[in-house]
C-alpha cells in the first residue's frame, strides 16, 4: 500500500512541472520569436515480482510476469521550433527568419548568443542591436544620415546616402544553423547558446545551404497557441487532481487495515 503513496506522489510532482512548462508558454505568447516547450515524461523502474517466462510446473512456464511501476519522472524539456506566424510592423530594421536559421548576438562576455526575434534598433554608434543594446553579428553600421534601409531576402544591407544616386551596400548579415537545435539552451532575455548537444553552428548567407530568408519589416511571433495550451493546462489539472485521489484512496485503504481488531 505504500508503494501507491509514492507512485501516485510521482504523478503530482510530475503534473506540477507539466503545469508549470504550460505556463511559460502561455507567459511568452506575445514574445517576438519564443518557441514553446513540451515536457517528456518516462515511468520509473519497475519491481519484478516474477518473471516472465518463469517456471509454474512440470514443463510449463508463465506467459507473462508480475511487474509493479513506481511512478514517472520528467525527462526533458523540449523546444518545439515550428515557425510563428508574421506580423508586419513598418520598423526598417525589423526581420522574421522564414524557414531554418537563428540570428547571431554578440553578448558582454563575447560569446555569441543566438536568437529569432529580429526586433532590432539602432545604438548611439549607429551598429544593429536588439533590444538589450547587444549588436547583432556580425557587426553592421548604418551611419546617421542615412535613409531607405532595405535588407534583401538574403540578408544584404543597404541604405540611401545623401549626395550618392544609388544605395550603398552596407553590410552583409549572416545566420547559423544546427544540426540539433533543440539543444540549444536558453539563457533569457530572448538568447539561446550553444550547448554539446546542439552541435557547433554554421554560418551562412540566408537563403543559403539550406537557410532560411530574411523578411524585412515583420517580426515572427510566438508559436504558441493558447488553446492548445489551455486544453494541455486541463489534461495536467485533472491528471494531478486524480494522483491526489489516489493518494486519498491508499490512505483509506490504510486507515481500514490499522482499525482491523481481533
Do not use: C
Request: hydrophobic letters at 35%; aromatic letters at 4%.
Amino acid at each position: 500500500m505504500m508503494r501507491a503513496l509514492w507512485t501516485a506522489g510521482s504523478g503530482m510532482v510530475a503534473q506540477q512541472a507539466n503545469i508549470d512548462v504550460v505556463s511559460n508558454n502561455l507567459a511568452n505568447v506575445n514574445t517576438s520569436g519564443f518557441k514553446k516547450n513540451r515536457i517528456d515524461f518516462a515511468d520509473l523502474m519497475y519491481q519484478t515480482i516474477r518473471q516472465a517466462g518463469s517456471p509454474t510446473g512440470n514443463g510449463t512456464q508463465s506467459p507473462t510476469g508480475i511487474q509493479m511501476g513506481h511512478g514517472v519522472r520528467q525527462v526533458a524539456t523540449q523546444k518545439i521550433l515550428t515557425q510563428g506566424n508574421f506580423q508586419q510592423t513598418g520598423n526598417a530594421l525589423d526581420m522574421a527568419i522564414e524557414g531554418d536559421g537563428f540570428f547571431q548576438i554578440a553578448t558582454p562576455d563575447g560569446t555569441v548568443a543566438y536568437t529569432r526575434d529580429g526586433s532590432f534598433k539602432r545604438d548611439n554608434q549607429g551598429r544593429i542591436v536588439n533590444s538589450e543594446g547587444y549588436p547583432l553579428e556580425p557587426q553592421i553600421t548604418i551611419p546617421q544620415n542615412a535613409t531607405n534601409i532595405s535588407i534583401s531576402s538574403d540578408g544584404i544591407i543597404s541604405a540611401t546616402i545623401p549626395g550618392q544616386t544609388t544605395p550603398q551596400e552596407l553590410g552583409q548579415l549572416q545566420i547559423a544553423r544546427f544540426i540539433n537545435p533543440a539543444g540549444l539552451d536558453s539563457i533569457g532575455r530572448n538568447l539561446l547558446v550553444e550547448t554539446g548537444a546542439s552541435g557547433a553552428p554554421i554560418s551562412t548567407n540566408p537563403g543559403a545551404d539550406g537557410a532560411g530568408t530574411l523578411v524585412q519589416q515583420y517580426l515572427e511571433m510566438s508559436n504558441v497557441q493558447v488553446v492548445e495550451e489551455m486544453v494541455n493546462m486541463i489534461v495536467a489539472q485533472r491528471a494531478y487532481e486524480i494522483n491526489s485521489k489516489a493518494i486519498t484512496t491508499a490512505d483509506e485503504m490504510l486507515g481500514q487495515a490499522a482499525n482491523l481488531r481481533r
